[in-house]
């Protein structure tokens, strides 16, 4: 809101709302359950619903990096072959450059919160899931990707019914699995 006398931007935060546990949107303190995502709400938490903002704020803040990684060049090795070969025709420089914006402005990153996937250069796309929304960490490995060390790992939430977040191309993939696992329990 604007203050009619000086023209300051200013909040009213009302007394009878809090912070959902789960996806932070505002509720009554009084409900049992939240509206958005149908998280159950304890008592606990309605008591201590005095400090909502804080509590949230302490818990984003407590999150730490477990890895951050990028798709693997290893997983482009034949689009890479097919693009030097067609360099002459020009096309190759093209499938080159498609390779490496695709390597250099893809990331993932895994903490301990949170999975989030950023790809892209003019255009972005971010995905992310909390980590304790997981329901499923698939490892998918061709012959040709177990061969040269690289896989797809695939993340589904129980929001959704197949995958939410797929990791393509990533270099020792079991290991990454087994980092998202441990964070599970």
Same mark, same amino acid.
Request: a positive charge.
């Given at each position: 809101?604007?203050?009619?006398?000086?023209?300051?931007?200013?909040?009213?935060?009302?007394?009878?709302?809090?912070?959902?546990?789960?996806?932070?949107?505002?509720?009554?303190?009084?409900?049992?359950?939240?509206?958005?995502?149908?998280?159950?709400?304890?008592?606990?938490?309605?008591?201590?619903?005095?400090?909502?903002?804080?509590?949230?704020?302490?818990?984003?803040?407590?999150?730490?990096?477990?890895?951050?990684?990028?798709?693997?060049?290893?997983?482009?090795?034949?689009?890479?072959?097919?693009?030097?070969? $067609?360099?002459?025709?020009? &096309? #190759?420089?093209?499938?080159?450059?498609? !390779?490496?914006?695709? =390597? /250099?402005?893809? +990331?993932?990153?895994?903490?301990?919160?949170?999975?989030?996937?950023?790809?892209?250069?003019?255009?972005?796309?971010?995905?992310?899931?909390?980590?304790?929304?997981?329901?499923?960490?698939?490892?998918?490995?061709?012959?040709?990707?177990?061969?040269?060390?690289?896989?797809?790992?695939?993340?589904?939430?129980?929001?959704?019914?197949? $995958?939410?977040?797929?990791? &393509? #191309?990533?270099?020792?993939?079991?290991? !990454?699995?087994?980092? =998202? /696992?441990?964070? +599970?329990?």
């Amino acid at each position: 809101m604007k203050c009619p006398n000086c023209e300051k931007d200013f909040e009213i935060q009302n007394p009878n709302l809090m912070p959902c546990p789960d996806c932070f949107s505002m509720i009554s303190k009084r409900a049992t359950g939240c509206p958005r995502c149908g998280a159950p709400i304890s008592t606990s938490l309605t008591t201590q619903a005095s400090q909502p903002q804080q509590a949230a704020q302490d818990d984003i803040s407590k999150e730490e990096d477990i890895m951050v990684c990028q798709p693997s060049a290893m997983n482009y090795l034949w689009t890479i072959i097919f693009g030097i070969i $067609t360099i002459p025709a020009f &096309i #190759g420089l093209v499938i080159l450059i498609y !390779v490496l914006i695709e =390597i /250099n402005f893809t +990331r993932y990153r895994i903490t301990t919160m949170r999975v989030l996937v950023k790809r892209g250069w003019i255009s972005k796309y971010q995905n992310e899931i909390w980590i304790k929304d997981m329901r499923a960490v698939n490892l998918n490995q061709g012959t040709w990707q177990r061969i040269i060390g690289v896989g797809n790992i695939a993340i589904g939430t129980a929001a959704t019914s197949g $995958t939410e977040i797929n990791m &393509i #191309g990533i270099a020792d993939p079991q290991s !990454v699995v087994d980092k =998202i /696992n441990a964070l +599970r329990r």
